[in-house]
Nanobody, 124 residues
């Protein structure tokens, strides 16, 4: 499966952005779907994921209550709605697809397929 992320940009603190990840060559129903982010000089970190086994969603503590991950099977996309953005959310955001079990989905190495990344910049 190939993944194409879009929707990043520059926004003021407190604002919102909606990231979208379009899948091709495979169905989003087949995979667990995740979003990760990487700020300059930092490791890639887990943001949110959508489990393929039970359609449950999981979030990093830092984004819980502000971000929402969802899956649109008709459009074959996964969406990350980001509200109440903070300067600390500034990073390149990546979508990814995995066939791993739920317990592994917070780890980047559980994901086989990655999109190209989209820049999110939050100004204070």
């Amino acid at each position: 499966v190939q993944l194409q992320a879009s929707g990043g940009g520059l926004v003021q603190a407190g604002g919102s952005l909606r990231l979208s990840c379009a899948a091709s060559g495979g169905s989003v129903r087949t995979y667990a779907l995740g979003w990760f982010r990487q700020a300059p000089g930092k490791e890639r970190e887990f943001v949110a994921c959508f489990s393929r086994s039970n359609s449950a969603t999981y979030y990093a503590d830092s984004v819980k209550g502000r971000f929402t991950i969802s899956r649109d099977t008709a459009k074959n996309t996964v969406v990350l709605q980001m509200n109440s953005l903070e300067p600390e959310d500034t990073a390149v955001y990546y979508c990814a697809a995995s066939i791993a079990v739920v317990s592994s989905l917070r780890r980047p190495d559980a994901y086989r397929y990655w999109g190209q990344g989209t820049q999110v910049t939050v100004s204070s």
